[in-house]
Nanobody
């Protein structure tokens, strides 16, 4: 059973960097069949795919967030990390990490429980 768990601060000030870590158990992030994704859901809105990292370490980003987003990994800890720069209140959302078989939204088979991030001064 694959399990994913998000961790990070729940409150970030505007203009700062949001940093979240996803710890994976029950499966390796270097498994060549999967992508490891970050997805968010702002209040009252739908899911938004932010980006993903593949088994080789290749990264993929949503065009709308690419200039502010960085995804990296630590294979020794089986973790991958999201950094979102220059946050604004519009980045307030429930943030999820997930395992997927394709890049983009719609092929996720395992999800973390989600972590709420609020951007506010």
């Amino acid at each position: 059973q694959v399990q994913l768990q998000e961790s990070g601060p729940g409150l970030v000030k505007p203009s700062q960097t949001l940093s979240l870590t996803c710890t994976v158990s029950g499966g390796s992030i270097t498994n060549k069949y999967y992508y490891w994704s970050w997805i968010r859901q702002p209040p009252g809105k739908g899911l938004e795919w932010m980006g993903a990292i593949g088994a080789s370490g290749s990264t993929y980003y949503s065009p709308s967030l690419k200039s502010r987003t960085s995804i990296s990994r630590d294979t020794s800890k089986n973790q991958f990390t999201l950094q979102l720069n220059s946050v604004t209140p519009e980045d307030t959302a429930l943030y999820y990490c997930a395992r997927a078989v394709n890049v983009g939204l719609g092929s996720e088979d395992y999800w973390g429980q989600g972590t709420q991030v609020t951007v506010s001064s």
